[in-house]
């Protein structure tokens, strides 16, 4: 088992920026690949960014160029920071991580609303 516990989720303005930070409870943490999804209501839950042991980053396409994922395997953690955010990033965040396995796991979500 896999807890995932988010943080950094806030109500900000258009163009501004946020870094989400989601912690591992376990050591193995540098062996999953990590990512960050949000679901908007009325929406599917969709990709924003995932990064794989090894490094690999994968972008989803409405956050290339505003959006960086980062893990840090010595902390047990993993980054989602924001720039240039829309209201149309406004959604909750996921953090998830996926084991060598195939199981997922999942954090609890942080709220992001981006309004003026």
């Known amino acids: 088992q896999v807890q995932l516990v988010e943080s950094g989720g806030a109500l900000v303005q258009p163009g501004g920026s946020l870094r989400l930070s989601c912690t591992a409870s376990r050591s193995s943490f540098s062996t999953y690949t990590m990512g960050w999804y949000r679901q908007a209501p009325g929406k599917q839950r969709e990709l924003v960014a995932d990064?794989?042991?090894?490094?690999?980053?994968n972008y989803g396409d409405s956050v290339k160029g505003r959006f960086t994922i980062s893990r840090d395997n010595a902390k047990n953690t993993v980054y989602l920071q924001m720039n240039s955010l829309k209201p149309e990033d406004t959604a909750v965040y996921y953090c998830?991580?996926?084991?060598?396995?195939?199981?997922?796991?999942w954090g609890q979500g942080t709220q992001v609303t981006v309004s003026s």
């Open positions: 990064i794989t042991s090894g490094g690999w980053i």
């Open positions: 998830n991580a996926e084991r060598g396995d195939g199981n997922h796991y």
